[in-house]
């Protein structure tokens, strides 16, 4: 692990947390929060993003609960991913694993400090086979922009039903105030790492509502920083897998071992990276695709005029709110 220090994070937006890495409000990006184009700000304390979340304790969330009200989590990540991450706490006779990667019943801990987990996966697991994932692996490691723009239609293909418990969600917040629910209602978005399902569902709503692409990219390419302390490790683990070798002998297969392994290394580090050209395409990969990031919100998730002007309503803000 890197010897990046996650407490020297800017604050806001994030939320420097032992157990959690990437964890902040997408709303209060730097300098001045996220500004629209008819002025308005994104709503605070509202929409959270963040690394995967199951080495967090009860009284962890208890304390992002009443501290930050965060009240709901949707869970962007397929059954491989969650099962992997119970494999990690326990051996096979069903007994802990100390220091495993995940803490054992991170659900039931959720739950129990009255946060309520919402599973909506992406990729179905029959969408996450090996051959699947090194198919999205070529696209994140081509040199540029453009893979990921690949890589995040396939995303946004394939995430109409997830994106609109997320969305559907938000769109009935104004009403539930209006109607004096004093619940927490702040949301945290996460994956895997919080980085590509989760950064462009955000960089979408964050169109849709009205900001800027450079603003958008350059909330997006805050997971560089949120992720700094740990990217040695996983680079390694990326470029030490099949499908990076495989990628690397067929594109650099004339080249030395140690030159082919740096050409790895390399694209490994694009594939974790977060950089602004990747968010600026794919948001004019939507624009070409769909029309708008509204035009996706209503042919691929379903969204209705009730439901947008519903979202507007419970995010936008003509002040410091």
């Known amino acids: 692990m890197s010897s990046a220090d996650p407490t020297t994070l800017p604050q806001p937006p994030f939320i420097p947390h032992p157990n959690i890495n990437n964890l902040r409000d997408a709303a209060l990006a730097p300098p001045n929060g996220l500004l629209t184009s008819t002025s308005q700000k994104i709503r605070r304390r509202i929409l959270y993003r963040s690394a995967e979340v199951s080495r967090l304790t009860s009284s962890d969330w208890s304390h992002l609960r009443r501290t930050h009200n965060i009240g709901h989590v949707f869970d962007l990540r397929s059954t491989p991913e969650v099962i992997r991450g119970f494999e990690g706490v326990t051996d096979p006779s069903g007994k802990p694993v100390i220091g495993g ?20 996966p992406v990729f179905e697991e029959s969408d996450y086979s090996p051959e699947r994932l090194a198919e999205r ?75 800027g692409d450079q603003d958008i990219a350059d909330e997006y390419n805050l997971t560089e920083l949120g992720l700094a302390h740990v990217r040695e490790d996983v680079v390694q683990r990326l470029a030490d897998a099949p499908a990076f070798k495989e990628y690397a002998a067929k594109n650099f297969g004339e080249l030395s071992e140690e030159e082919m392994g740096e050409r790895g290394r390399e694209a490994a580090l694009r594939m974790w990276g977060a950089r602004k050209e990747s968010m600026l395409q794919s948001l004019k990969m939507v624009r070409r695709e769909f029309g708008s990031a509204e035009g996706y919100l209503r042919s691929v998730v379903g969204l209705g005029d009730g439901e947008l002007e519903g979202l507007r309503r419970a995010l936008l803000v003509d002040g410091e709110a």
Request: proline residues 0%.
């Open 137 to 211: 692996y070529v696209k994140y490691m081509s040199d540029g922009s453009d893979g990921f723009a690949q890589a995040y239609r396939d995303i946004l293909g394939n995430a109409g039903r997830a994106y609109g418990e997320i969305l559907r969600y938000l769109a009935g917040l104004a009403d539930k105030e209006e109607e004096g629910q004093k619940e927490a209602s702040g949301i945290l978005v996460h994956c895997t790492a919080g980085k590509d399902r989760t950064g462009i569902f955000f960089g979408v709503l964050f169109s849709f509502l009205g900001v």
């Open 101 to 120: 990667d995940v803490r054992l019943g991170w659900m039931e801990g959720l739950e129990a400090a009255g946060v309520k987990r919402h599973w909506v």
